[in-house]
């Protein structure tokens, strides 16, 4: 198998697409833990605001993080198809984050992403790592390192 | 023979024996004559060069060898215990220690041979008494220091203080097996000598001609460089006798005095097991370089570990591990009569007497493995002694150290990590804290200073407290301090209490010594102390009093992982408030709420605390109504008391904490989140930042 793939002259990365209102977004799979259901969140107090509170995911106490509310979109809306994404950064730092919906997983090699000009006036712009072009859709990648620092966007 | 599987046992025991000489030496300065202890010193130091033999410890061996020795003329009589045996032998202990730590972070035991200590306790042994062998300090840490005895230069045997390696020794050994004479010489120059270097030269020229020179100190390029005062120390081989070697120094002129003394090689107890022909045929030219390489070798030696590569041991107890094999016993058991009533449909009200048991079980369990975690403080505060005796000659400040409740108990991990804070806080006191001798005459304080270090168990917490006797911490002068650094304004400083400004201590980089010496002082200290203390989830406090002393106060939790812990409700969510820290719980009227400086307060039988309220300070709504009677759980820290305000009581239990992760910005009122039995989250209130 190794060996076919070098044939090909670009890498490819698998994404999971989210969807946040009408907009996709591209999750890193080598990222993802784990995709559960909506459960009760457990607020925690005196934290940052995009913090939602804390889940029990199988006996293990994680922090869940809105996406929506670190971009500076309306609220989350819980309904049926609301889903918290676990994700695994280095290994063992966990942490879970709310998406309205989870689409599918695509396959993207690296001349079908577009790395996009930092524009510091557009804050939603500020977690991406480009734009990925699938079937004539448009799906924005999320840097996961940008989007999970500490930065508030009031 | 592979010992590398006895490492663990072997550092283990050695350090027993490394602590238990220290304990015995520091009873022996104070009582030179009881034999008990000379006993007891003998015995470990024996056992301690048994097991550096069997592992093949070879410089430890030596070292051990030659302090057993001391101990053996001590015992039989034959030698007098004085301050001088006493500072080679702490300092031989030094370098043990250094062995020791080199073996844990590498398994090999570094290459630093501490000959200068092996000849002071050979001088000794010889019943002399020579200089102090090194600076102190220095003994352990650096190479043999480069020769500093040429302030009274009018001891003649210099020679003894050459450092001899094992390829010295080996070129003795062979020297006297082929019966030639062995000399040790120091040749003294006139001091109104101009060419030094240029008579020493000559000297070695006439001593070649008459035999060979094995080491010289300085060394010969020392020499012909003419780096060294007026005298130079040699040890020589040759078939001639002394008079004729002395004849042929003393020829050359300009030379004050020169000593030749015959070398008895069983004095330097060289083990011979290792022959090295290439070594000794180049041994002229390796003299030479020898201490330069030494030093190099030994200079890497330290840095070269990473991890330690022994894992933590907990020496257990073997009751204790019964305890926990009944236990388990117990739950099979448990399992089994569950089983079996679930099985038998009948026996319904049974399954629940099954659980309870179940639940004894479980919490019997719990406490026992906790146990077989928790080890004395002993093994952290047993080296203070010895640090404060050797700070009390550094500092020159007479003190003593007064320890009670050694044997008290903290989880191992907890141990391990508060041996520098407390170190820190002792050097503090002993350093800053205790006056110097006039002063404390002038106040009409004992000579001797006195630093405290008192642990016990307090509830869930354990407190170490450590203090002096010295002068307190000047408030005034942390207030000028701390304006000036601009920390706070002067009007901040004109509303702090005494108490906030102590806490300002705490700070980075703030120090109030007007001296930095190597001790303390360097500003990195107190705030070092405390987030060391509260990453273990403890605090620091400070009481003091201007003129009489401080002391700080370390409080510890018990355990880190499982609490008891009493459960409510504010709002509609649960928190878990640690059961350890709670003092009673009380229903209060509305009415007896009163106001201070504009905060709620409540008399309780005569002790004004404060009132929070958990929902404000939590940000949850309640629903309560505010004419009705609340519930107020007193928490205490310390001697300092608060009531919380909390909606229900929903009653007490075994948690586990567990972290929040790194992603959620720490919030400093909850300690830490758990899993309750239904699989909802409640969070663990730290009340200590809210008294």
Same mark, same amino acid.
């Given at each position: ?14 994404? /999971? ?14 990222? /993802? ?21 804390? /889940? ?12 929506? *509310? ?57 977690? *991406?790592?480009? /734009? ?5 859709? *448009? ?16 | ?79 007098? $215990? ?162 004729? $070697? ?9 030379? @004050? ?58 020496? $257990? ?43 004894? $079980? ?84 004992? @000579? ?85 203390? @509260? ?157």
């Amino acid at each position: 198998m190794d060996e076919l793939s070098v044939n090909t002259s670009y890498e490819t990365t698998q994404f /999971i697409v989210v969807r946040f209102e009408n907009e996709q977004y591209g999750i890193n799979i080598k990222y /993802i833990d784990n995709i559960v259901r909506m459960q009760q969140i457990t607020r925690v107090p005196k934290v940052q605001k995009y913090i939602k509170g804390v /889940i029990n995911l199988r006996g293990e106490v994680i922090p869940v993080m809105s996406i929506r *509310l670190k971009m500076g979109y309306e609220p989350d809306e819980i309904n049926k198809n609301t889903r918290i994404i676990i994700l695994k950064i280095d290994g063992n730092d966990t942490i879970g984050v709310l998406v309205d919906e989870v689409k599918e997983v695509v396959t993207l090699s690296d001349n079908e992403i577009e790395k996009i000009s930092y524009d510091a006036k557009d804050e939603k712009q500020n977690f *991406l790592a480009g /734009i990925g072009k699938d079937r004539g859709e *448009l799906i924005s990648i999320f840097d996961l390192n940008l989007l999970l620092a500490e930065k508030e966007n009031v | 023979m592979d010992v590398s599987q006895y490492l663990d046992i072997f550092l283990d025991e050695t350090k027993e024996h490394l602590q238990t000489l220290s304990d015995q030496l520091m009873i022996l300065e104070q009582e030179p004559d009881n034999m008990d202890t000379i006993n007891e010193i003998f015995r470990a130091a024996h056992s301690l060069k048994g097991m550096a033999g069997t592992m093949g410890y070879k410089r430890m061996q030596n070292l051990t060898h030659d302090m057993e020795n001391v101990f053996s003329e001590v015992r039989s009589g034959n030698l007098h $215990v004085d301050d001088h045996m006493v500072d080679i032998l702490f300092q031989s202990l030094d370098a043990l220690e250094e062995y020791t730590d080199n073996i844990q972070n590498t398994t090999e035991e570094g290459t630093n041979d501490n000959d200068h200590l092996i000849k002071a306790l050979n001088a000794i042994l010889n019943g002399e008494k020579s200089e102090p062998a090194a600076p102190a300090g220095a003994a352990s840490k650096e190479e043999p220091a480069a020769p500093q005895e040429s302030e009274n230069g009018k001891k003649l045997d210099k020679w003894r203080e050459i450092k001899l390696g094992d390829t010295e020794l080996t070129v003795m050994n062979k020297a006297v097996n082929m019966d030639k004479n062995l000399f040790g010489i120091s040749v003294f120059i006139q001091e109104s000598c101009i060419l030094k270097a240029a008579r020493a030269f000559l000297v070695y020229k006439a001593l070649e001609d008459l035999g060979e020179i094995i080491v010289s100190e300085p060394s010969a390029q020392d020499i012909e460089d003419e780096k060294f005062e007026f005298d130079f120390s040699m040890i020589f081989i040759s078939d001639k006798d002394r008079e004729t $070697v002395l004849h042929a120094i003393m020829n050359v002129s300009e030379i @004050e005095d020169a000593v030749v003394d015959p070398i008895d090689i069983s004095q330097y107890q060289v083990a011979e097991t290792e022959e090295k022909p290439e070594e000794t045929q180049v041994v002229k030219k390796d003299t030479k370089q020898q201490p330069a390489a030494e030093a190099a070798a030994a200079a890497p030696a330290k840095k070269s570990g990473g991890k330690p590569v022994v894992n933590r041991t907990v020496r $257990v107890d073997i009751e204790k591990l019964d305890t926990l094999m009944n236990l388990v016993s117990e739950l099979i058991i448990a399992k089994n009569s569950l089983v079996s009533a679930a099985k038998n449909s009948e026996g319904m009200g049974n399954t629940t007497e099954q659980i309870e048991y179940l639940e004894s $079980v479980t919490t019997n369990l719990h406490e026992s493995v906790m146990k077989v975690r928790m080890v004395p403080i002993e093994s952290v505060v047993a080296k203070f002694p010895k640090m404060i005796r050797d700070l009390s000659k550094k500092l020159d400040k007479k003190m003593q150290l007064i320890m009670t409740g050694e044997e008290t108990e903290l989880d191992r991990t907890v141990v391990d990590e508060i041996g520098d804070p407390l170190m820190h806080l002792l050097r503090n006191s002993a350093d800053h804290g205790l006056e110097s001798a006039e002063v404390r005459a002038q106040r009409g304080k004992p @000579e001797v200073g006195t630093v405290r270090l008192n642990a016990y168990q307090d509830g869930n917490n354990v407190v170490i407290e450590v203090g002096d006797d010295g002068n307190g911490i000047d408030v005034e002068a942390v207030k000028k301090k701390a304006i000036e650094r601009g920390t706070i304004t002067a009007e901040q400083g004109e509303n702090m209490t005494d108490k906030d400004i102590v806490d300002l201590l705490f700070l980075p980089s703030f120090s109030t010594a007007k001296q930095v010496s190597d001790i303390s002082g360097r500003g990195v200290g107190l705030d070092v102390v405390k987030s060391k203390i @509260e990453s273990l989830s403890g605090d620091v406090e400070v009481k003091t009093a201007l003129g009489e002393g401080s002391t700080f106060i370390v409080r510890l939790p018990l355990t880190l992982a499982i609490i008891q812990a009493l459960m409510v409700e504010v709002g509609k969510e649960k928190y878990a408030i640690p059961l350890g820290t709670i003092q009673t719980i009380e229903d209060i009227t509305p009415g007896d709420v009163k106001y201070v400086q504009g905060k709620e307060v409540i008399n309780l039988r005569g002790e004004v605390m404060p009132l929070v309220r958990l929902n404000e300070i939590l940000d949850c709504e309640t629903e309560t109504d505010p004419e009705a009677n609340m519930l107020v759980v007193i928490v205490k820290k310390g001697e300092k008391l608060a009531g919380l305000v909390v909606d229900e009581l929903m009653g007490q239990q075994e948690i586990v904490i567990k972290t929040m992760g790194k992603y959620i910005n720490k919030c400093k009122i909850i300690s830490g989140a758990t899993i309750l039995g239904d699989g909802d989250i409640a969070l663990i209130i730290d009340t200590n930042t809210l008294i």
